[in-house]
């Protein structure tokens, strides 16, 4: 069965500096796909971002990124000029193969932004 | 677009009674819905996966008997709490996947604002 692993309950950053959250998985498929979701307090799941596993590229979204590493099963999201507004639960999340249907979400990581 | 209106967004009800939980897909077709259960400061957890015409799939713990998933239109799927208990009071969220594939989406899939349980 594929995890999804978020070993950060809790990060916290300057405005407008940069943070990055962790997130790990395990699988054993060659076809998935890999997102960010954000939480914010109203509860509202928003995509920030989703990378495709056959792409080596990594995704980019305005002041977010990822760093998706295959071989590591790592997919860390960077956050640049951080905002008040990011202030969130952030979910990473695997689902299999394009056609697949259940996302698997990690246990998420609370952003908390300093002003 | 794609979105996914859910309601009612918040409710309260007297343990015992049963509560019905509604989304609706406003500009797109929904042959797939998922339902979720979340604890404050906790994950999503999937309950059940709905597709239109067809029974819901449970996940393994969830009682079939308790929550009861129609899927009966390719725009609607509720949820109905039976019996409510002050243990099922939750945030519930809905989610539909994407039939046609979107721009920087692809099947991708919206979520429902939730729906915040009270069990008294």
């Known amino acids: 069965a594929q995890t999804v692993t978020q070993s950060q309950p809790e990060m916290s950053v300057q405005e407008a500096e940069t943070v990055t959250l962790s997130c790990t998985y395990d699988?054993?498929?060659?076809?998935?796909?890999l997102f960010w979701y954000k939480q914010p307090p109203s509860r509202q799941m928003i995509l920030v971002i989703r990378?495709?596993?056959?792409?080596?590229q990594n995704a980019t979204e305005n002041r977010f990124s990822v760093n998706f590493q295959k071989a590591a099963k790592s997919f860390s999201l960077k956050i640049s000029d951080s905002q008040l507004g990011d202030a969130a639960m952030y979910f990473c999340?695997?689902?299999?193969?394009?056609?697949?249907?259940?996302?698997?979400f990690g246990a998420g990581t609370i952003l908390r932004v300093k002003s | 677009g794609a979105v996914v209106s859910q309601h009612p967004s918040r409710v309260i009800c007297k343990s015992g009674t049963s509560v019905k939980i509604e989304c609706r897909s406003l500009d797109f077709q929904a042959t797939t819905m998922f339902w979720y259960r979340q604890f404050p400061k906790q994950s999503l957890m999937l309950m059940a996966t709905s597709n239109e015409g067809s029974k819901a799939t449970y996940e393994q713990g969830v009682e079939k008997d308790k929550f009861l998933i129609n899927h009966a239109s390719l725009t609607l799927s509720t949820l109905t709490v039976t019996s409510a208990h002050p243990e099922d009071s939750s945030f519930y969220i809905c989610s539909a996947r994407l039939v046609l594939p979107r721009p920087g989406q692809g099947y991708g899939y919206t979520f429902g604002s939730g729906t915040r349980l009270t069990v008294v």
């Open positions: 999340a695997y689902r299999r193969g394009e056609y697949g249907n259940k996302l698997v």
């Open positions: 990378q495709e596993a056959y792409k080596q």
């Open positions: 699988t054993s498929e060659s076809d998935y796909y």
